[in-house]
């Protein structure tokens, strides 16, 4: 699709499982603070992915469509990887 690629500068450049390990402990912490369950969390993260669409594309650092897509990659991913064990 054309507008969807991004730039290289923008890809990750690390694995999502090794940031989830990294982040699990903190983010539940902040989840249960505030009385999350897991799918207010994810509906929180889409949000938060939308806000930042916004701010990048208003300060014209990455095409809206490109960044759109690295978000849809990304839930996409998430939705069919197996997470590590959470710690309890």
Excluded: W
């Excluded at 208003?58 to 069919?80: C, F, N, P, R, T």
């Amino acid at each position: 699709m054309a507008g969807m690629a991004a730039p290289d500068f923008f890809k990750p450049q690390v694995e999502m499982l090794y940031v989830q390990r990294e982040l699990q402990d903190q983010y539940n912490a902040v989840m249960k603070r505030h009385g999350f369950e897991y799918l207010d969390g994810a509906r929180a993260g889409i949000i938060l992915c939308s806000i930042l669409i916004q701010q990048y594309h208003g300060a014209k650092m990455i095409d809206s469509q490109a960044a759109a897509g690295i978000v849809a990659e990304k839930i996409l991913e998430a939705a069919k990887t197996l997470p590590p064990p959470l710690k309890r």
